[in-house]
């Protein structure tokens, strides 16, 4: 079974996290890993389901932990 590709819409309906956060993400470089269509500041941008899940992960918070 192949990764699905979603656009940042289709993140954004499935997982809550919003276009612009994602591109504000990318300029930053902390975001999820994405995949350009074409190298040129025009590429569409794709996030494979795969990375949204592993980078939500990441930032999972666990209770009890060290103190923010």
Excluded: C, F
């Amino acid at each position: 079974m192949t990764d699905q590709l979603l656009s940042p819409k289709q993140v954004h309906a499935e997982y809550g996290i919003a276009p612009q956060t994602l591109a504000n993400y990318r300029w930053q470089g902390i975001g999820p890993a994405y995949v350009k269509t074409n190298p040129s500041k025009y590429g569409r941008v794709k996030y494979r389901r795969s990375a949204i899940e592993a980078w939500l992960n990441a930032q999972t918070v666990q209770p009890g932990g060290a103190a923010a």
